[in-house]
């Protein structure tokens, strides 16, 4: 049995040992802090990068103190896991190349040197230059109206790729691109959240685009916004909208966005993804005008919602403008409108008219130039022959040409001198049932 005295001698050896131990353990671990090297400090950087560089881990964070330029032809390579912080007036230019990729474990992050909200650095332009970011985060940008992500050159100008990446809470949007731009940007799985807005800009004034452009729907993002004017997809250039993608505009006078001439529009989504057109508030009718084909077009599974016409068909020479599986609603004027000289191009099967302030299809005085076929779809009143300038109300069959009126159509002209003026050949076979 162990003595008091022997008790406390234990006990004192013990509380040797101790410190002894913790002295030790404090020596190991600064000589191991001494063998692999201090923690490195931020790296500071401003100016012109006129050869090619890699912002390397071992340098991480980057602080970009002034604007950073990546000139042109030059290669500015971002290693994965690397941080880049921009303080206030401070964004990255590039001109030349950017390759930021990531890995899912170690993210590229480009963000604002404080960290802490949007608005805290200028963000990421995209200035004739092009791109790779993949598993990279764009945060707390948006500085004097900028935004995450700015694209804007020359159409010649190389891709912008950005994939399984992150951009959000920015001031501004998430991502703008100049309509000639538009054809560079190239996304997948990219998630959109707390931004000023969740759309991606098309800033166009009347612009064409400069080739065949794809938009896809992505996690969080609410849609496409054309503003401030219309988008012309001119002769030549295809424009594909693929399911789940959402257009949105504003404003009334104008086309948001005009197929010209040999120009195409591809809208084919599906039943659980549709491709949407509706207003930048998605709320009310009359707040857009309404998508106008003068070339060709295709939509499949595709709604048009909360404008005055949603859509407009003109021109005698366009192509096919084919709707299928489709919804026209909550327009404030007609579901849809084609001139006389131009209703021979549509075709409908399957398309829903519902909450039109008329659910009507107006066919615009005048012509025909081709033989016609009109079809009866589901909530569609019937075809109204107006004219929007009041010069007269009639609809010409001329020699040669044949409209045919499928059981079901109803054909309507609502002055007291509204008339069908027939040179031609009118074939209106109905049933019992649906005359």
Request: hydrophobic share 40%; proline share 5%.
């Amino acid at each position: 049995m162990l003595t008091p005295i022997n008790r406390n001698r234990i006990l004192s050896l013990f509380v040797i040992l101790t410190a002894v131990f913790a002295v030790m353990t404090g020596l190991l671990t600064e000589m191991a802090v001494h063998a692999r090297g201090p923690e490195p400090l931020a790296t500071n950087v401003s100016g012109v990068i006129s050869a090619d560089t890699t912002w390397t881990l071992a340098g991480s964070p980057y602080v970009l103190t002034d604007t950073v330029t990546v000139a042109t032809a030059v290669t500015l390579t971002v290693e994965p896991g690397v941080i880049v912080m921009g303080t206030q007036l401070a964004g990255l230019y590039v001109s030349g190349h950017l390759e930021a990729v990531g890995t899912a474990t170690e993210p590229i992050t480009f963000t604002s040197a404080a960290d802490t909200g949007a608005g805290e650095w200028y963000g990421i332009d995209f200035l004739g230059g092009d791109g790779r970011l993949e598993h990279t985060v764009v945060r707390y940008a948006g500085q004097y109206d900028s935004d995450g992500i700015f694209i804007s050159g020359s159409p010649t100008d190389g891709p912008i790729v950005i994939t399984d990446s992150v951009i959000a809470n920015n001031l501004g949007y998430p991502i703008t691109a100049l309509a000639d731009d538009l054809h560079r940007l190239q996304m997948s799985n990219v998630s959109v959240s707390n931004n000023m807005t969740d759309r991606v800009r098309i800033r166009s004034d009347f612009d064409q685009l400069a080739g065949d452009v794809t938009l896809s729907g992505q996690p969080g993002l609410d849609g496409y916004e054309i503003s401030p004017t219309w988008l012309q997809v001119p002769a030549g250039i295809t424009m594909t909208l693929q399911p789940g993608t959402t257009i949105m505009a504003s404003g009334t006078g104008y086309c948001p966005i005009s197929v010209e001439e040999q120009g195409h529009l591809e809208a084919v989504g599906t039943t659980e993804s549709p491709v949407s057109f509706t207003s930048t508030s998605d709320s009310a009718p009359g707040q857009w005008t309404s998508i106008c084909v003068f070339g060709s077009a295709h939509f499949d599974h595709a709604e048009f919602r909360y404008s005055e016409l949603n859509l407009d068909i003109g021109g005698a020479t366009g192509g096919e403008v084919f709707i299928e599986n489709s919804a026209i609603i909550s327009s404030s004027e007609y579901g849809a409108s084609a001139y006389a000289d131009s209703i021979h191009r549509l075709r409908m099967s399957d398309v829903t008219f519902s909450n039109n302030n008329k659910n009507r299809v107006r066919v615009e005085t005048g012509t025909l130039v081709d033989n016609v076929t009109l079809t009866d779809q589901p909530g569609l009143e019937g075809y109204e022959i107006n004219t929007w300038d009041g010069s007269g109300f009639f609809l010409e069959i001329p020699a040669g040409i044949t409209l045919t009126m499928e059981a079901g159509t109803t054909l309507m002209m609502t002055p007291a001198d509204g008339q069908i003026e027939l040179f031609g050949h009118l074939e209106a076979k109905g049933t019992e049932i649906n005359p």
